[in-house]
């Protein structure tokens, strides 16, 4: 009578090497990696650079994550006080679609400030409008509660900027398959140099991979393995 195998199967320990590995990393990194957003460009909505719209690609799992998402390009619209909602590019789509709504419904509150118009949901953002210091208002709400809010003119300043955004968007979505390759790479070049307990951006900036003249490769070992 046959028996089956009582051993796993031969892949079994190198997942749990690489797991322990990951253990391992993650124990020297006791706050959690926040995303990190490169190539970014950024365009001031107001004359003081109070509130801003910056657009660049996303890299969302921290380089020792042994499960990674892929990288995505991200808009962002937030202020010097550290308020930031990021924006999906269906999101950013919508309220460019909607404008003359959007507009429509910012008079609206201005010429009834007791009836404000009803709430505008544009994806997974919720637009709020009314009334300050005499002048219409919206609020700009994602579900995490996030917000950023914007008088007329800001707004204004945003819609006269659709097609630089646009346009900034393409470049992007076009580098995303780049930026995810260099970036495995360098998380094992990391991974090797921790191993070793040298330092890592060391590693990396003297590794036959880089390439001083790629602004992703500059920004990916500056931003994402900064001081490490």
């Not at 990696?33 to 365009?43: F, G, M, N």
């Not at 801003?52 to 998402?69: L, V």
């Not at 924006?87 to 919508?94: A, F, H, I, Q, Y």
């Not at 917000?147 to 945003?158: E, F, G, I, S």
Request: with cysteine; proline share 5%; charged share 25%.
């Amino acid at each position: 009578e046959s028996r089956r195998s009582s051993h796993p199967p031969t892949d079994a320990p190198v997942e749990d090497d690489r797991r322990r590995h990951h253990q391992e990393f993650r124990s020297n990194f006791p706050v959690e990696l926040l995303p990190v957003r490169i190539l970014t460009t950024r365009y001031l909505l107001t004359s003081t650079g109070y509130k801003y719209i910056a657009i660049g690609i996303t890299i969302k799992s921290p380089w020792y994550s042994i499960h990674t998402t892929p990288s995505y390009v991200d808009i962002a619209l937030g202020d010097k006080q550290g308020r930031e909602i990021s924006l999906t590019l269906d999101m950013w789509k919508g309220l460019v679609e909607r404008k003359r709504d959007v507009l429509s419904c910012m008079e609206r509150a201005l010429s009834d400030v007791t009836h404000p118009p009803s709430p505008m949901s544009i994806g997974g953002m919720t637009l709020r409008f009314g009334v300050i210091n005499n002048g219409p208002i919206v609020r700009m709400e994602l579900l995490n509660l996030a917000r950023v809010a914007m008088v007329r003119k800001t707004l204004l300043k945003l819609y006269d900027l659709q097609f630089c955004v646009d346009r900034v968007i393409r470049a992007l979505s076009a580098a995303t398959e780049e930026v995810d390759a260099k970036f495995s790479r360098y998380s094992e070049i990391a991974a090797a140099a921790m191993k070793m307990e040298t330092s890592i951006q060391t590693a990396i900036l003297k590794s036959d991979f880089f390439d001083p003249d790629n602004i992703v490769d500059c920004e990916i070992a500056a931003l994402c393995f900064e001081s490490l």
